[in-house]
């Protein structure tokens, strides 16, 4: 089949959609990028998707196995978010691995794609994740200026305070819930300026646990993922070993 308008979308986890399951879709997830091109493709017969994106991937893995792939299917739109995975590791030459993001930012755009970078989100709100705040912040600053030598559309993530509220979190707390994938669906949407009929669904307040709830909801919270996660990182496993890509060639979403 011959598409006249192609998406193409590249990344990490965030890109694939975890933390947004869904059993009937490839690697059991949706996503915001799947939702966008939903959209995207509602009144247009001759629109195609694809989604590169693997998690776990780093900077460097996404520019080797994706930039090319996806220049190869011509794409007339590309999104990409790459960092996240680096940004969270003991050491980190920031500038240096931007160079290579600037590098492949140039490739995808060569042929007159739209191409949609993300800022990095605030964690401030994090105890955990709260330490990389000032990584993401220098991070940003060579996002932007990237996005504005190609000209490149930017979805702020950093600014979006929605994703304060912790009904924007899967489980994990890693990963955006499919509340946080609709809204991010919304948020590119808008930068796009196409019509949507998105609705995010209303938060739940949540009460504030007790200390002991706390207690116990961090504790699980180390076993089931946080310490998963440290030990990958230490063997060198990847949550994304093993895994291809969702729609590795042009399809178009039903």
Do not use: C
Request: glycine share 10%; no cysteine; charged share 25%.
């Amino acid at each position: 089949m011959e598409f006249s308008t192609r998406y193409v979308a590249l990344g990490d986890s965030f890109t694939e959609g975890v933390g947004d399951d869904d059993p009937t879709r490839p690697n059991g997830v949706r996503g915001w990028a799947d939702r966008v091109a939903e959209q995207l493709g509602a009144a247009d017969p001759s629109f195609g998707y694809a989604n590169l994106a693997i998690r776990g991937r780093k900077l460097r893995q996404i520019m080797a196995e994706q930039v090319d792939a996806a220049v190869e299917l011509n794409p007339t739109l590309v999104t990409i978010y790459a960092g996240a995975n680096d940004i969270l590791r003991p050491k980190i030459d920031i500038d240096d691995l931007l160079v290579e993001y600037d590098a492949g930012i140039r490739k995808l755009s060569a042929n007159g794609a739209t191409v949609v970078m993300f800022t990095g989100f605030d964690s401030r709100g994090s105890k955990v994740f709260s330490t990389t705040r000032g990584r993401t912040a220098i991070y940003n600053e060579l996002v932007r200026g990237i996005a504005g030598d190609h000209g490149a559309l930017l979805v702020d993530y950093w600014r979006f305070r929605e994703y304060y509220d912790w009904g924007m979190w899967a489980r994990d707390r890693m990963h955006m819930s499919p509340a946080g994938h609709t809204n991010m669906a919304k948020r590119v949407l808008a930068v796009l300026e196409h019509d949507h009929s998105i609705e995010v669904p209303p938060m739940t307040p949540v009460p504030a646990p007790s200390p002991a709830e706390a207690f116990r909801a961090n504790a699980r919270w180390v076993r089931e993922f946080a310490a998963p996660w440290v030990v990958r990182r230490v063997t060198g496993k990847s949550s994304g070993d093993g895994l291809r890509p969702r729609y590795g060639e042009l399809t178009r979403l039903q």
